[in-house]
């Protein structure tokens, strides 16, 4: 079940809170010199570059190959057409969004800012770290993965899905169920999954919330190429246990004083009968 994070951010100097059940959301302040952060695949992460109101120029720069991901001059920002189906900057609190984060985008960054006459002012450096999510199940070979009844897994088919068509069904028996396919870079889930499934299109990963014990079973992933042949055919299977975590909560919350009021009533009615049989 994912949880509600408060992200703060500044905006000409005064906190403001952003509230989001959509999705987790990591915070990297790019003030100060070499600053890490670390976000999970598939993500969002905002990467503050400065504050307050200001005509500043911003470069904001991938040091491994130098590719420029945005810059900002006379309040114009102008993004790398790599990144700008996934990235959004905010001029009002100097802020950088970058969506569903991919494994390539991990390492080192720099932020150059220079002032309103064009003079460099400070130059710092951001490293991005992209973790592995919990429950991620590797599909691009035939995989058996297991999940806590309730969670969230991610299942990832391929490494960048963009241009490629991609069909994953679930087995049953001899019936095949559309989970979802890819064609032509768009996504179609089938209905009884689409209120709890996403598929990230530049991961190839899709994501099921709150799997229930009906997910379980094994699935089929076709991969084809931009030109329509097959690359490959594999299988998962999906185990949905039940969330060992919350049986355990309930054992030592509920099971434990119930178990103690017992003996503890049971204590009662021995004393009384014993103090019974003293009375003449």
Known sequence: MD????????????????FSL?????????????????VKLGESVY???M?????HKVQFKKVNGMKTL???KN?????????????????????????????????????????????FRRKTFV??????????????????????????????????????????????????VIVFTLNRDKVKLNEDFKNRTQFFIFNGTLKIQNVERSDSGQYSVEVFGPDGVLLRHTFVHLHV???????LFFILVIGVPAVALLLLGLLCVCIRRHKGRKTP
């Open 47 to 49: 990467i503050q570059m």
């Open 127 to 176: 490293n991005l770290h992209v973790a592995e999510p919990e429950n991620m199940c590797i599909a691009t070979r035939n995989k058996s993965c297991c999940i806590p009844l309730g969670r969230s897994i991610y299942i990832q088919v391929m490494s960048n899905a963009s241009r490629h068509k991609v069909w994953f069904k679930k087995l049953n028996g001899t019936e095949k």
């Open 70 to 72: 945005f810059t900002l």
């Open 22 to 38: 959509a999705e987790h959301q990591t915070m990297c302040n790019a003030h100060v010199q070499n600053t890490s952060c670390s």
């Open 3 to 18: 949880k509600v994070l408060i992200l703060v951010v500044m905006l000409a100097g005064v906190p403001k809170a952003i």
């Open 75 to 119: 309040k114009m920002v102008t993004l790398n057409k790599d990144y700008k189906h996934r990235t959004e900057f905010f001029i009002s609190n100097w802020t950088l969004k970058i969506q569903n984060v991919d494994r390539s985008d991990s390492g080192q960054y720099s932020v150059e800012v220079f002032g309103p006459d064009g003079i």
């Open 241 to 247: 246990q039940e969330d060992t975590s919350s049986t």
């Open 51 to 55: 504050s307050g109101d200001s005509d």
